[in-house]
């Protein structure tokens, strides 16, 4: 194994902790800020790939066009979905067990429209202008659009920083996580913030398969593919938690870069090897402060 | 009182297991006895699934496992030790799914709710990637197939009966059980569960309990079903199979034992409707499970029951 | 008369926040004592300790001559102890008999019997019902336990606890919520039960009437320290208890 070999891999690696992270952000963060858990969410990804297809391939769109409208068109949808189906069951006794089933029959529904509209067959991506070319410092070569993503990726975890930490609604996200009475009591418009949130997170997700499309082929499988990555990237970092996210998926990605090299067969195994490790040794998400155990 | 729902139970029981019992006498089409096969196999995994989520609160994504390890063990035990060995095969998976049933669940009883959940789920997909990769070993995405129960078994009448008679018995037992102190203890985790350790009960061990229980019943339904079809897929440990357990148990309600049964019973009839004539189907148990969740989140046995309820107070008050 | 319980040097602290702070005393057998102290003194977070629900940061927790800190709740339980909460916990959707039941089939080490219907364990029910007799909930006894008025699922809370025949038993705030009527009906009933379950009984209590009336000692927490202890007589003409607590009432 030479130095070369393990920066292209951790290069790449890099990029899918990215994408991983795009998306799991965005389950945590309805997680966390609205204690509603979206199964549906790699439903969402999947939307926004195709979205990004239509634009680009039919409407002759450019590709970050493409890549917004993803992000919109699916955070309109996961609002939608929100306020017509979600909001009805909040409150009800067994709520959890609810939610999880009522986002499945999203994805059982979304899967099989996205059927009927595209088709089944593989769907593909070109590459920006611009990135479709790659570049070699010091002996690695790396496709510019890797390093897009990468970028892209950071810019949007210093601004969800940015947001979580220095504005207001941030810190009153933070500040009540997990309790919906208690953002009521303090003057919250709760429904219309928890659609909000929903938007943002679906956007988010849609956003990501957007950007996951030239580099991946755009399947109806995709979804469910995506949702289990970012449930391990989410059990590894720790439910709710925003960094715990982001590690969590750096994690991942990493060891899967690794293991997709020397490895190939098992390489999907890996990642549930990694999450079952991190269970043994810290079950409640290794990067997740303590808790007070219940009895 | 008691002594009285008692009875009706047992009659109940007794019209359920008779009309199966008839299926052979009334048709005598393959398919038809195929399809009540798979009623009966449906149900008591759906059966075993609620005992765990309806009874006890635990939500599992990942029961295809063990139904999955059940039928796995019958059918790699027929292909590569032969095929006398169709029961030593059913008796292994059950060994196996106890064995593994408490080696998971000790991993993830310690935590709950929505996590729990998607614990379940990451084993079960765990156990689909490596059936799905280990292609000399398991057949990979082929499956196995010509899986035939051994002598007399090999008749699908008599193997037909071997299911009922199996079914009603784990059927029974589960009713047995979810009637006894420890199913009422298991209810009591679900309503109150930061009560139960000051009655000097285990929360987390009440909770390994009914996970090994459930998941052994499961094995039990999938290792049958490997006969019963002759054959098996990778499908059966997809995460979708769980989806549809689940499903099922919404279906019928999982607030009554018998929910579940119903609700089995119900999707797979549809599914042999609906299933030829659409190749939608995903969409369609999405939909109906839309449905159930929004506006008939007790099931239809739920609901029945309420309307009952209802309409008899309305009698009463005239 | 034995101790039959006795803390040693209790601290606990959340975060920075001390809510035990050096706490000893010893309980009598047979004793009916209560806790008293302003609200966020740390009683319940005590009992929390008592009974194993929370770990003690340092001190020690001796019940019956065996130290029992770090056991879990079940096994205190085991050991005799009983507890109902300030916040009522039942379990809802069964019914009234099935809550007391499920402890008396848990005390006769017949909770797990996993083939017998419930209802044919005949001691356990009869022994549930005649805790509900005793309690006045005998009329109620196949309602579910959702449907019964606050005051009756504290009773219920309480025969829980029965059911398990505790030789300790630990009230938080047995007449929280309830009427003026209620509390006199739930003091007598109290005592009553101390008498006839032979109980060695601690209540947390806010309701000065039910203190003074019914308990033999009184012992005040304050800050998370025990500020005084005594006969009720004492407590009431502790100049430090009048002015720290009871100042406005008694004063
Ligand atoms: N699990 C916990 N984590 C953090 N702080 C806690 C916890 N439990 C209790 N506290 C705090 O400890 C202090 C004591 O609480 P505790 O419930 O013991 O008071 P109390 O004397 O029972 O009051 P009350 O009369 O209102 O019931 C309070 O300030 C409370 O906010
Ligand atoms: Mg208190």
Same mark, same amino acid.
């Given at each position: 194994?030479?130095?070369?070999?393990?920066?292209?891999?951790?290069?790449?690696?890099?990029?899918?902790?990215?994408?991983?992270?795009?998306?799991?952000s965005?389950?945590?963060?309805?997680?966390?800020?609205?204690?509603?858990?979206?199964?549906?969410?790699?439903?969402f990804?999947?939307?926004?790939?195709?979205?990004?297809?239509?634009?680009?391939?039919?409407?002759?769109?450019?590709?970050?066009?493409?890549?917004?409208?993803?992000?919109?068109?699916?955070?309109i949808?996961?609002?939608?979905?929100?306020?017509?189906?979600?909001?009805?069951?909040?409150?009800?006794?067994?709520e959890?067990?609810?939610?999880?089933?009522?986002?499945?029959?999203?994805?059982?529904?979304?899967?099989?429209l996205?059927?009927?509209?595209?088709?089944?067959?593989?769907?593909?991506?070109?590459?920006?202008?611009?990135?479709?070319?790659?570049?070699?410092?010091?002996?690695?070569?790396?496709?510019?659009?890797?390093?897009?993503?990468?970028?892209?990726?950071?810019l949007?975890?210093?601004?969800?920083?940015?947001?979580?930490?220095?504005?207001?609604?941030?810190?009153?996200?933070?500040?009540?996580?997990?309790?919906?009475e208690?953002?009521?009591?303090?003057?919250?418009?709760?429904?219309?913030?928890?659609?909000?949130?929903?938007?943002?997170?679906?956007?988010?997700?849609?956003?990501?398969?957007?950007?996951?499309?030239?580099?991946?082929?755009?399947?109806?499988?995709?979804?469910?593919?995506?949702?289990?990555?970012?449930?391990?990237?989410?059990?590894?970092?720790?439910?709710?938690?925003?960094?715990?996210?982001?590690?969590?998926?750096?994690?991942?990605?990493?060891?899967?870069?690794?293991?997709?090299a020397?490895?190939?067969?098992?390489?999907?195994?890996?990642?549930?090897?990694?999450?079952?490790?991190?269970?043994?040794?810290?079950?409640?998400?290794?990067?997740?402060?303590?808790?007070?155990?219940?009895? | 009182?008691?002594?009285?729902?008692?009875?009706?139970?047992?009659?109940?029981?007794?019209?359920?297991?008779?009309?199966?019992?008839?299926?052979p006498?009334?048709t005598?089409?393959?398919?038809?006895?195929?399809?009540?096969?798979?009623?009966?196999?449906?149900?008591?995994?759906?059966?075993?699934?609620?005992?765990l989520?309806?009874?006890?609160?635990?939500?599992?994504?990942?029961?295809?496992?063990?139904?999955g390890?059940?039928?796995?063990?019958?059918?790699?035990?027929?292909k590569?030790?032969?095929?006398?060995?169709?029961?030593?095969?059913?008796?292994?998976?059950?060994?196996?799914?106890?064995?593994?049933?408490?080696?998971?669940?000790l991993l993830?009883?310690?935590?709950?709710?929505?996590?729990?959940?998607?614990?379940?789920?990451a084993?079960?997909?765990?156990?689909?990637?490596?059936?799905?990769?280990?292609?000399?070993?398991?057949?990979?995405?082929?499956?196995v197939?010509?899986?035939?129960?051994?002598?007399?078994?090999?008749?699908? *009448?008599?193997? %037909?009966?071997?299911?009922?008679?199996?079914? /009603? $018995? =784990?059927?029974? !037992? @589960?009713?047995?059980?979810?009637? &006894?102190?420890?199913?009422?203890?298991?209810?009591?985790?679900?309503?109150?569960?930061?009560?139960?350790?000051?009655?000097?009960?285990?929360?987390?061990?009440?909770? *390994?309990?009914? %996970?090994?229980?459930?998941?052994?019943?499961? /094995? $039990? =339904?999938?290792? !049958? @079903?490997?006969?019963?079809?002759n &054959?098996?897929?990778?499908?059966?440990?997809?995460?979708?199979t769980?989806?549809e357990?689940?499903?099922?148990?919404?279906?019928?309600?999982?607030?009554?034992?018998?929910?579940?049964?119903?609700?089995?019973?119900?999707?797979?009839?549809?599914?042999?409707?609906?299933?030829?004539?659409?190749?939608?189907?995903?969409?369609?148990i999405?939909?109906v499970?839309?449905?159930?969740?929004?506006l008939?989140?007790?099931?239809?046995?739920?609901?029945?029951?309420?309307?009952?309820?209802?309409?008899?107070?309305?009698?009463?008050?005239? | 008369?034995?101790?039959?319980?006795?803390?040693?040097g209790?601290?606990?602290?959340?975060?920075?926040?001390?809510?035990?702070?050096?706490?000893?005393?010893?309980?009598?057998?047979?004793?009916?004592?209560?806790?008293?102290?302003p609200?966020?003194?740390?009683?319940?977070?005590?009992?929390?300790?008592?009974?194993?629900?929370?770990?003690p940061?340092?001190?020690?927790?001796?019940?019956?001559?065996?130290?029992?800190?770090?056991?879990?709740p079940?096994?205190?339980?085991?050991?005799g102890?009983?507890?109902?909460f300030?916040?009522?916990?039942?379990?809802p959707?069964e019914?009234?008999?099935?809550?007391v039941?499920?402890?008396?089939?848990?005390?006769?080490?017949?909770a797990?019997?996993?083939?017998?219907?419930?209802?044919?364990?005949?001691?356990?029910?009869?022994?549930?019902?005649?805790?509900?007799?005793?309690?006045?909930?005998?009329?109620?006894?196949?309602r579910?336990?959702?449907e019964?008025?606050?005051?009756?699922?504290?009773?219920?809370?309480?025969?829980?606890?029965?059911?398990?025949?505790?030789?300790?038993?630990?009230?938080?705030?047995?007449?929280?919520?309830?009427?003026?009527?209620?509390?006199q009906?739930?003091?007598?009933?109290?005592?009553?039960?101390?008498?006839?379950?032979n109980?060695?009984?601690?209540?947390?209590?806010?309701?000065?009437?039910?203190?003074f009336?019914?308990?033999?000692?009184?012992?005040?927490?304050?800050?998370?320290?025990?500020?005084?202890?005594?006969?009720?007589?004492?407590?009431?003409?502790?100049?430090?208890?009048?002015?720290?607590?009871?100042?406005?009432?008694?004063?």
């Amino acid at each position: 194994m030479d130095v070369s070999f393990i920066a292209v891999q951790l290069l790449s690696g890099l990029t899918m902790a990215t994408l991983l992270f795009l998306v799991a952000s965005g389950l945590t963060l309805i997680f966390g800020v609205g204690n509603v858990f979206n199964f549906a969410h790699g439903s969402f990804y999947m939307l926004g790939a195709y979205l990004a297809y239509q634009t680009v391939s039919a409407w002759h769109g450019n590709f970050w066009v493409a890549a917004l409208v993803a992000a919109i068109g699916a955070g309109i949808l996961g609002m939608m979905a929100e306020f017509l189906f979600l909001r009805r069951i909040y409150g009800r006794a067994e709520e959890g067990g609810f939610q999880i089933l009522l986002t499945y029959s999203f994805i059982l529904v979304i899967d099989d429209l996205v059927k009927m509209i595209w088709g089944t067959e593989y769907k593909s991506l070109l590459r920006p202008a611009g990135f479709q070319g790659s570049i070699t410092a010091a002996g690695v070569t790396m496709p510019t659009y890797n390093l897009a993503i990468i970028g892209i990726g950071l810019l949007i975890a210093v601004l969800a920083w940015w947001i979580l930490a220095r504005t207001r609604p941030g810190r009153v996200a933070r500040a009540t996580a997990l309790d919906r009475e208690m953002l009521g009591a303090m003057g919250v418009n709760v429904p219309r913030t928890m659609t909000l949130v929903f938007g943002i997170a679906t956007a988010l997700g849609g956003f990501a398969g957007a950007l996951a499309a030239p580099l991946r082929s755009v399947t109806p499988g995709a979804g469910i593919e995506v949702i289990i990555d970012s449930l391990i990237v989410v059990v590894i970092g720790g439910m709710g938690h925003f960094w715990g996210a982001w590690l969590g998926a750096l994690l991942l990605g990493e060891v899967n870069s690794f293991a997709v090299a020397i490895v190939p067969e098992w390489a999907s195994v890996v990642s549930y090897v990694v999450m079952v490790l991190c269970l043994i040794f810290k079950p409640e998400g290794l990067f997740a402060p303590r808790q007070v155990r219940k009895a | 009182m008691e002594r009285d729902t008692d009875l009706k139970q047992a009659v109940l029981w007794l019209v359920v297991f008779a009309a199966f019992a008839l299926v052979p006498v009334a048709t005598a089409s393959k398919y038809h006895l195929l399809l009540a096969a798979h009623i009966l196999l449906w149900g008591l995994f759906a059966v075993a699934f609620n005992m765990l989520w309806g009874v006890t609160g635990m939500l599992s994504f990942g029961q295809a496992l063990y139904f999955g390890l059940g039928a796995y063990s019958v059918g790699l035990m027929v292909k590569h030790v032969g095929p006398g060995w169709f029961l030593p095969g059913l008796g292994l998976g059950l060994v196996c799914s106890v064995i593994l049933s408490l080696a998971v669940g000790l991993l993830i009883i310690r935590v709950s709710g929505v996590f729990f959940t998607v614990l379940t789920l990451a084993f079960g997909q765990l156990a689909w990637q490596i059936t799905f990769r280990w292609y000399h070993f398991t057949g990979g995405d082929d499956g196995v197939q010509g899986i035939i129960p051994p002598g007399i078994l090999g008749n699908g *009448l008599v193997y %037909y009966y071997f299911i009922l008679i199996l079914v /009603a $018995l =784990a059927i029974w !037992l @589960m009713h047995r059980l979810s009637q &006894s102190p420890m199913g009422v203890l298991l209810r009591c985790v679900r309503q109150n569960p930061s009560r139960v350790p000051f009655l000097g009960q285990s929360v987390r061990f009440s909770q *390994l309990r009914i %996970y090994v229980v459930s998941s052994f019943f499961a /094995a $039990l =339904a999938g290792s !049958l @079903m490997a006969g019963a079809d002759n &054959s098996i897929h990778t499908d059966m440990l997809y995460w979708t199979t769980s989806g549809e357990v689940i499903l099922m148990s919404v279906l019928g309600g999982i607030g009554q034992f018998f929910g579940p049964f119903i609700g089995a019973g119900v999707l797979i009839v549809l599914q042999d409707v609906m299933g030829a004539k659409t190749e939608y189907w995903p969409l369609m148990i999405g939909i109906v499970m839309m449905v159930m969740v929004l506006l008939l989140p007790r099931g239809l046995v739920g609901e029945f029951q309420a309307l009952r309820v209802r309409l008899k107070s309305l009698v009463a008050s005239r | 008369m034995e101790c039959i319980l006795k803390l040693d040097g209790l601290e606990k602290a959340f975060g920075g926040l001390r809510v035990t702070a050096s706490v000893s005393f010893s309980v009598k057998e047979g004793e009916l004592s209560a806790i008293i102290g302003p609200n966020g003194a740390g009683k319940t977070t005590l009992f929390n300790q008592i009974t194993g629900h929370l770990l003690p940061d340092r001190g020690k927790i001796t019940f019956v001559g065996e130290d029992i800190t770090g056991l879990s709740p079940q096994q205190i339980v085991k050991r005799g102890m009983g507890r109902a909460f300030q916040i009522t916990s039942i379990f809802p959707e069964e019914t009234v008999l099935e809550n007391v039941r499920m402890a008396c089939l848990s005390r006769r080490d017949e909770a797990l019997s996993y083939f017998r219907p419930v209802h044919r364990f005949k001691e356990a029910t009869d022994q549930a019902f005649a805790i509900l007799e005793s309690l006045g909930l005998h009329q109620q006894a196949d309602r579910p336990a959702f449907e019964l008025a606050h005051g009756d699922q504290k009773l219920l809370d309480i025969g829980m606890a029965l059911g398990l025949e505790p030789k300790l038993l630990l009230l938080d705030e047995p007449t929280a919520g309830m009427s003026p009527d209620e509390r006199q009906l739930t003091r007598d009933l109290i005592r009553r039960m101390w008498k006839e379950f032979n109980l060695t009984l601690i209540f947390i209590e806010h309701d000065m009437d039910t203190v003074f009336g019914i308990a033999q000692t009184v012992r005040v927490l304050q800050l998370g320290a025990l500020l005084a202890e005594g006969t009720p007589d004492q407590i009431r003409s502790n100049p430090q208890v009048i002015t720290a607590y009871l100042g406005e009432d008694l004063a």
